[in-house]
T-cell receptor
Framework: DAGVTQSPTHLIKTRGQHVTLRCSPI?????VSWYQQVLGQGPQFIFQ???????GRGNFPDRFSARQFPNYSSELNVNALLLGDSALYLC??????????????FGPGTRLTVL | QKEVEQNSGPLSVPEGAIASLNCTYS??????FFWYRQYSGKSPELIMS????GDKEDGRFTAQLNKASQYVSLLIRDSQPSDSATYLC???????????FGKGTTLSVSS
């Protein structure tokens, strides 16, 4: 079975621009989570979605938004890009949100560089 | 602020030795814990999950959990150069909706 897929792989933007990142979960998984990882740090939680509803939100500004589609794929949008938004953006899929035994599997990530 | 703490390393061990990686967490409500391996330039790969106190073994990997001490560890037996990577410890929040990660421990296995 295919794993989590993300697009694009790499992206270069300038400050103030907008970006959309995309993710398709593992077949049979209904929950998608987004994380930001800056160099030298562990991933930091941004959002979790399940059945098109937001189930969790991390400590990120309102410039960050996301949505989930009926086929369980997801988009992460970031407006008014700042230099500090440069990072690896990771999508993780799981069978359902919350509860025990809820393993999250990561996609390859999108490397965003803001100039 | 819920936190997961790990020694950043680097932890250096010779090939064939046991590597011991440790992690503490602050949220007593966390019930699920995970170890991920991340090679340089790649995304994290899930290698172990543990939910109950005690040990869980999978091949060369053993995860240990002590909820009273809020402590999680990962042992890698017969370490190989291919085990050289950053190991991330993660604890799920109380709702289980988010993973809180440590900064990772860099392991270097020399041949």
């Amino acid at each position: 079975d295919a794993g989590v897929t993300q697009s694009p792989t790499h992206l270069i933007k300038t400050r103030g621009q907008h970006v959309t990142l995309r993710c398709s979960p593992i077949s049979g998984h209904k929950s998608v989570s987004w994380y930001q990882q800056v160099l030298g740090q562990g991933p930091q939680f941004i959002f979790q979605y399940y059945e098109k509803e937001e189930r969790g939100r991390g400590n990120f500004p309102d410039r960050f938004s996301a949505r989930q589609f009926p086929n369980y794929s997801s988009e992460l949008n970031v407006n008014a890009l700042l230099l500090g938004d440069s990072a690896l953006y990771l999508c993780a899929s799981s069978r359902s949100p919350g509860g025990e035994y809820n393993e999250q599997f990561f996609g390859p990530g999108t490397r965003l560089t803001v100039l | 602020q819920k936190e997961v703490e790990q020694n950043s390393g680097p932890l250096s061990v010779p090939e064939g030795a046991i590597a011991s990686l440790n992690c503490t967490y602050s949220d007593r409500g966390s019930q699920s814990f995970f170890w991920y391996r991340q090679y340089s330039g790649k995304s994290p790969e899930l290698i172990m999950s543990i939910y109950s106190n005690g040990d869980k073994e999978d091949g060369r990997f053993t995860a240990q959990l002590n909820k009273a001490s809020q402590y999680v560890s990962l042992l890698i037996r017969d370490s190989q150069p291919s085990d050289s990577a950053t190991y991330l410890c993660a604890a799920a929040n109380q709702a289980g909706t988010a993973l809180i990660f440590g900064k990772g421990t860099t392991l270097s296995v020399s041949s």
